[in-house]
């Protein structure tokens, strides 16, 4: 069983950068393909980024790419989300996942664990 725990959300104003960061437990952290997910009031859950086992491959939705950076850092288990000119519409609690064998990095289904989210509210 592996475990996810989000940190580093908050609120900033638009323009400002924040680092999210999810940290693993009980689990082989170097074999997993890890993704962000983020979920506004009243809206579904959405793909952010995700980045494959070995950090050489990325994938982002449209709408932050050029502004969000997603890395992994296998040595502490910690996978990470660079937000930089965040945007009111970025408002959104912000969720990690894990999946051992993912085939369409967009689908939330493709993932096996889940972090409880941390929330990132974006003032204009």
């Known amino acids: 069983q592996v475990e996810l725990v989000e940190s580093g959300g908050g609120s900033v104003q638009a323009g400002s950068s924040l680092r999210l960061s999810c940290t693993a437990s009980g689990g082989a952290f170097g074999t997993y393909n890890m993704a962000w997910f983020r979920q506004a009031p009243g809206k579904e859950r959405e793909f952010v980024a995700a980045i494959g086992w070995s950090g050489t491959n990325t994938y982002y939705t449209d709408s932050v790419k050029g502004r969000f950076t997603i890395s992994r850092d296998n040595a502490k288990s910690t996978v990470y989300l660079q937000m930089n000119s965040v945007k009111p519409e970025d408002t959104a609690v912000y969720s990690c996942?894990?999946?051992?064998?993912?085939?369409?990095?967009?689908?939330?289904?493709?993932?096996?664990?889940w972090g409880q989210g941390t929330q990132v509210t974006v003032s204009s």
């Open positions: 996942a894990a999946g051992s064998v993912v085939y369409y990095y967009i689908d939330s289904y493709e993932y096996d664990y």
